[in-house]
């Protein structure tokens, strides 16, 4: 079962991918809710291909807090971390994952496409084997249809 505050975080981090979208850039959107699971301490939208929403907020997270807090807290994002993004929160030691739709499922909608080169690998395989055990959830079926619509929206008029 779905802990009841995923949910909203997960929209909310939707309304940030909905905002980069809208700006040019690709649509993911991640934010880093506190450890009281309410408060939303930040948030990123993708940038560029290199700059993807997760590493650059766990990145600004790391220079902010304390690995303890960091620890504590939930970094929340619409799409399953890639390799990169994951390692960036592995090392950013923010101890909880929580994503809407699966790194496989935006395989399925990005096919090919040269902007969006999607590795099949999934965060729990990264995450997993360091030394540092993470709390994971995800994939969020209630979010599903509507994370993926923005990324079927998308991808389909990015040729």
Sequence with gaps: MTPHWVIPHLLSANDVARRAM?????PFGAILVAPDQT?????QGNL???Q???SVLAARAYATYEA???WQCTLVTTVEPCAMCSGTQYWAHIGRL???LSERDLLDYTGNHSENPTM????RVVLGSGQKRFEIIGPVPEVRQEIAQLHQTFWLTRG
């Design 68 to 70: 303890e807090f960091l």
């Design 48 to 50: 560029d291909t290199v």
């Design 39 to 43: 408060t939303v301490l930040d948030e």
């Design 52 to 54: 993807h929403a997760e």
């Design 22 to 26: 809208q700006s040019g850039a690709h």
């Design 98 to 100: 929580v994503y809407g």
């Design 120 to 123: 099949d690998l999934s965060s």
